[in-house]
Structure formats: structure tokens, C-alpha cells
């Protein structure tokens, strides 16, 4: 797990021991990418249900990317915030960690063009065009913040050295 906060501690293989907070995972590159990408896309999902979406196919598509990617991204947050990922070693984190942010990334490259296709300037309600218009935008942002996060991730994974259930494994041992 080199590369990924709290690598470099002491794993502890008793469950009953407490979450304890990672202070140093928020100053970490994947742990500011990660908030970065909760707070853009809690933007581009309340900026989508505070118009007409339903009304729109091309929204639910956007909608359902950006909500369903947000609920994924708090979950590893907190994972790697309360260092659970610690207690769960089977785990190839650094690689399920890679393959979440592809795969995000991918979504939300559909997301937003998908989005930004949708977005029409004579809106018969200004304001719908006003928020549909600014969550392409985040869209946008929060796809390049899962890019760099994927290769963050991808560095991270690479540097174990080996396979990455193997290396964690005997790590543990």
C-alpha cells in the first residue's frame, strides 16, 4: 500500500481496537482528491434535482452517475479516514481504489456530455438553464478530479512492487 496514507503503520490484525482518525490521509494527495470530488459532486447532483430533471431522460442518466458516485466516494473516504481499510487486508485496496476511479471517470465523461448535450439556452425557465449549465460545468471538474485520482491511484498500486492481494498478504504475515 505505498503511496496510500497509513502504509507505513503498523497493522493491527485485532478487530476489537477501535477506528481511530487518519490526520494524515486528509493532507494526502488522494485524500484532498477525494474531497474534492464529494464536494463538486454533491454540486452537480443538487444542481440536477433543483430543476425539472424528471422531465428529461438525459438527466437521470446524469443524476444517477453523480449520486451514485458521490454515496461510492464518501464510503472510501471514510474508509480510508478511519483507516478501515487496515482491518480488511484481503482487500487490494490500492487496486479496487484504481478501478473505482476509472470507472468514475468514465461514468462522469458520459455524465457530462451527456449533460452539457441537454443543456438549451431557450429554456423557457432561466433558471433551470442556469443550474443545468453549472452542473455541466462541475461535471466537468469532477471528471478531471477523477482522472487525476486515477492516476494517483494507479501510481499508488504500481508501487506495491508485485500483485496487490499477494504483497498485502504477506505484509500482513
Known amino acids: 500500500m505505498a ?3 497509513g502504509a507505513a503503520r503498523a497493522r493491527s ?3 476489537a481496537t ?4 487518519d490526520g494524515n490521509f486528509l493532507c494526502s494527495p488522494l485524500g484532498g482528491l477525494m474531497g474534492a470530488q464529494a464536494v463538486l459532486g454533491l454540486l452537480v447532483w443538487s444542481l440536477i434535482a433543483a430543476t425539472t430533471y424528471h422531465l428529461h431522460a438525459a438527466y437521470g442518466w446524469v443524476m444517477f452517475v453523480s449520486l451514485f458516485s458521490w454515496i461510492l466516494t464518501l464510503l472510501f ?3 480510508y479516514l478511519l483507516q478501515l481499510q487496515l482491518k480488511f487486508y484481503v482487500i487490494p485496496w490500492p487496486l479496487v481504489l484504481m478501478i473505482y476511479n476509472a470507472v468514475a471517470t468514465v461514468l462522469y465523461i458520459t455524465a457530462f456530455v451527456t449533460c452539457a448535450a441537454a443543456v438549451h439556452p431557450t429554456s423557457w425557465r432561466q433558471w433551470d438553464y442556469n443550474r443545468r449549465a453549472a452542473a455541466s460545468f ?3 471538474l469532477t ?3 477523477y482522472g487525476v485520482s486515477t492516476f494517483f491511484s494507479f ?3 504500481k ?3 508485485s500483485n496487490a492481494a499477494t504483497s498485502q498478504v504477506s505484509d500482513h504475515v
Open 3 to 5: 503511496g496510500l496514507p
Open 155 to 157: 501510481r499508488a498500486w
Open 143 to 145: 471528471m478531471i478530479i
Open 138 to 140: 462541475f461535471a466537468c
Open 77 to 79: 473516504f471514510v474508509t
Open 159 to 161: 508501487g506495491l512492487g
Open 13 to 15: 490484525g485485532s478487530p
Open 18 to 21: 477501535p477506528p481511530t482518525l
